[in-house]
C-alpha cells in the first residue's frame, strides 16, 4: 500500500491494519522457520508497511502536538 493511500485513512483504521501486517509478519516468519514460505519478498513487504503506516500515524501524532502547541 502506498503512503498516498495511507493518508486519507482514519487512525483507528491504520492503527487496524498495523495490528493485521504484524500478525501476517508473524505468520510468515512462522512459514520461513517451517521451510513453508515460497515467496521471500514478501518479509521485506510486510515490514516496509509497517514502517509506513508507522510513519504516518506518528505524523498525525507530532502534527495533533504542534496545533496544541500553537492554541496556547
Known sequence: MQASELIVLPTPEL????DD????LFNLRFQLAQNQLKD????????????????VIRQRELA????ARGES
Open 15 to 18: 492503527e487496524k491494519k498495523l
Open 64 to 67: 495533533q502536538t504542534l496545533q
Open 21 to 24: 501486517s504484524y500478525r501476517e
Open 40 to 55: 521471500l519478498n514478501s518479509i521485506k513487504r510486510v515490514r516496509r508497511n509497517i514502517a509506513r503506516v508507522k510513519t
